[in-house]
């Protein structure tokens, strides 16, 4: 996993918890499997959020797609 995946998925991760969803909630929003959300968020596991997901995402909590990522590259 690269730098900039790891920063995105932390970055949805900790806005996952400030609108109190869990794991399987945010999976169903994206209309995804209910363990979705739990293997992008497990290092152990190959899944990751791509650009319609992070977009998805943002509707969700209301956002931009950029707030998730970094200000600089990394």
Known sequence: ???IEKYIIEKIKT???????SQLE????LDMNDSFISHVEA???????NINHINEI???F????KDFWPEKAL
């Open 43 to 49: 290092s152990s596991k190959r899944a990751k959020y």
């Open 26 to 29: 945010l999976s169903q929003k």
């Open 1 to 3: 996993m690269t730098e």
């Open 15 to 21: 806005m996952r918890k400030e609108h109190e969803f």
């Open 62 to 65: 209301n956002c931009s797609p």
């Open 58 to 60: 943002a509707k969700i």
